[in-house]
């Protein structure tokens, strides 16, 4: 008996020992190494600038990012409008830390030299490789010198889908990659009648066709010199003749994909989380195609936005943390979360991940070059935007009611549109 309970206290003390080794040295009792990668508690607030409100910034990022450094907290200074950015003083007095913004915004930061550079974190990073990511994120985020300034875990990507049964019935072609929209919207026409819609999207108001050529296109609205309106007749006129006839014909739905997935319209612009729905209730052969371009920059697509850049503010006191924070967001541990999150049709930018979107080939429109090239609603405010928006709609609508010849429409948008603009002036002044 005393042999037994003798064997019994040295095994229990063998273990005893094991235990406390283990955990001196980081392994357990069966040898395997315990995760000493876990990140140490962060026992601080960071202040983040985002134009998301509070809430949406802990349910896409603040809650996931807390989950993986305990302790750490968050000031939140939500914007809820892009423009308080260029406000001097609203960003002065924030403080932030990490900063989020569109990709407008974080042009006017990197140019006003107000964000650090990430290409130090990088380069002496181990996770991070900037390989691995989408080659179109280094060439937008950088600055004239090579510095990268900014990165983006995810990329929005729209397209154009087309139900090929639709097409087939008609006898036509298929749409194709790098058509304009005057190319894209002149196919609709064929499939006007009384059942179906040759084009369904956002941009099918008569007003939205018009402001989508021109900033797709990038013809210029304001003279920076004079500051006054541009309008040029020979862009005008052919995109005010297209419209008066699209509405005519009634080929053209203003809706988000509700007839396309019926089956009743042919086209439909949209991004690509499209793709989870038409899996779900099509029951039609359909195809994607690229967002169309620009003619004279057939290689370039507005389809692809970075609707969410990560950067470090340069005055900040906690820029490694804020990097590390960044580094996880970007990381493979994130991409599931972040997908999860999706309902505007992001994708990953990490390379392994790009090419696909619920088991579909989109490497057709990830591998056109994004548009950062200025564009009309970078000069002109909101506010001037919402009216110049209304008066087109107006006076489009009167074209196609024949109240109006084309150029009589021409006009009278130039005049409408140039007392909108200098009434914005005299009010700012």
């Given at each position: 008996m005393y042999y037994i309970q003798q064997n019994k206290s040295n095994i229990f003390a063998?273990?005893?020992?094991?235990?406390?080794?283990?955990?001196?040295?980081?392994?357990?009792?069966?040898?395997?190494?315990?995760?000493?990668?876990?990140?140490?508690?962060m026992n601080k607030e960071l202040t983040v600038l985002t134009p998301q409100s509070e809430e949406t910034f802990?349910?896409?990022?603040?809650?996931?990012?807390?989950?993986?450094?305990?302790?750490?907290?968050?000031?939140?200074?939500?914007?809820?409008?892009?423009?308080?950015?260029?406000?001097?003083?609203?960003?002065?007095?924030?403080?932030?830390?990490?900063?989020?913004?569109?990709?407008?915004?974080?042009?006017?930061?990197?140019?006003?030299?107000?964000?650090?550079?990430?290409?130090p974190y990088v380069q002496d990073s181990k996770n991070i490789k900037i390989d691995d990511y989408y080659d179109q994120m280094k060439e937008v985020f950088s600055n004239e010198s090579g510095d990268l300034m900014g990165l983006s875990p995810q990329v929005v990507v729209s397209g154009i889908f087309y139900n090929k049964d639709l097409f087939d019935s008609v006898q036509i072609d298929y749409p194709t990659d790098q058509m304009s929209w005057e190319e894209l919207l002149s196919l609709s026409n064929r499939f006007a009648d009384d059942d179906r819609f040759g084009f369904e999207g956002g941009e099918a108001a008569p007003q939205h066709i018009i402001m989508t050529i021109i900033g797709t296109n990038k013809i210029r609205l304001l003279d920076d010199q004079k500051k006054e309106?541009?309008?040029?007749?020979?862009?005008?006129?052919?995109?005010i003749e297209l419209v008066i006839n699209l509405m005519k014909?009634?080929?053209?739905?203003?809706?988000?994909?509700?007839?396309?997935?019926?089956?009743?319209?042919?086209?439909?612009?949209?991004?690509?989380?499209?793709?989870?729905?038409?899996?779900?209730?099509?029951?039609?052969?359909?195809?994607?195609?690229?967002?169309p371009s620009d003619p004279l920059n057939a290689d370039m697509s507005s389809g692809l936005q970075f609707n969410q850049v990560l950067s470090i503010n340069k005055e900040s006191a906690n820029k490694e943390d804020v990097w590390k924070i960044i580094s996880y967001l970007m990381s493979e541990d994130s991409v599931e979360h972040l997908q999860s999150q999706d309902f505007i049709g992001n994708t990953s930018t990490l390379k392994s991940r790009i090419g696909s979107y619920g088991g579909i080939d989109i490497s057709n429109l990830?591998?056109?070059?994004?548009?950062?090239?200025?564009?009309?609603?970078?000069?002109l405010s909101q506010e001037f935007q919402g009216k110049f928006s209304e008066m087109l709609k107006s006076v489009l609508e009167s074209g196609v009611a024949d109240a109006k010849?084309?150029?009589?429409?021409?006009?009278?948008?130039?005049?409408?549109?140039?007392?909108?603009?200098?009434?914005?002036?005299?009010?700012?002044?």
């Open positions: 063998v273990l005893w020992m094991g235990l406390m080794l283990s955990i001196l040295t980081g392994c357990d009792l069966l040898g395997e190494s315990v995760d000493k990668k876990s990140e140490p508690v802990y349910q896409y990022y603040g809650n996931h990012i807390m989950s993986k450094f305990p302790g750490l907290t968050f000031n939140v200074v939500s914007s809820n409008n892009d423009n308080l950015y260029e406000d001097e003083s609203f960003f002065e007095n924030s403080h932030p830390d990490l900063i989020i913004s569109y990709l407008p915004t974080f042009r006017d930061l990197r140019d006003s030299d107000r964000i650090e550079s990430m290409s309106l541009i309008f040029t007749k020979k862009d005008w006129l052919p995109m014909q009634g080929s053209l739905i203003e809706s988000t994909g509700e007839e396309f997935l019926e089956g009743e319209s042919a086209m439909l612009s949209s991004n690509i989380s499209t793709i989870s729905k038409i899996q779900q209730k099509g029951d039609f052969s359909w195809g994607l195609i690229s967002y990830i591998n056109k070059r994004v548009d950062t090239r200025r564009g009309y609603y970078d000069d010849s084309a150029d009589q429409v021409y006009e009278e948008i130039v005049t409408q549109g140039s007392n909108i603009y200098r009434e914005e002036r005299l009010k700012n002044e």
